[in-house]
């Protein structure tokens, strides 16, 4: 082999080193962007769930109170029949 054919075949060693680094940071690239996807959205779930939770939560508490003031009044109400 000459001199030229050596370099030309060093230069086609080096592209296709760099194809391949090229195709493995892109793959990278992509399995990082989708688990980043994937745990964004279990966070917005997991977020959902607490605000759904607290939501009934409090709903029934709400319910609770009202339940509590319907007695008060209705206690009042017979304390003043008699």
């Known amino acids: ?7 030309k075949q060093i230069q086609q060693m080096v592209r296709f080193i760099r194809q391949e680094t090229e195709e ?3 793959n990278i690239s992509v399995s990082i962007e989708e688990e ?6 279990q966070l917005v779930e997991a977020d959902k769930k607490k605000i759904r939770q607290e939501y009934v939560r409090k ?6 109170q009202e339940k509590i003031e319907y007695s008060m ?3 009042a109400y017979r304390i003043e029949v008699l």
């Open 24 to 26: 493995k940071a892109n």
């Open 59 to 64: 709903e029934k508490q709400v319910e609770i």
């Open 73 to 75: 009044q209705l206690n």
């Open 36 to 41: 980043f996807k994937i745990k964004k959205l």
């Open 1 to 7: 082999m000459n001199e030229a054919d050596v370099s």
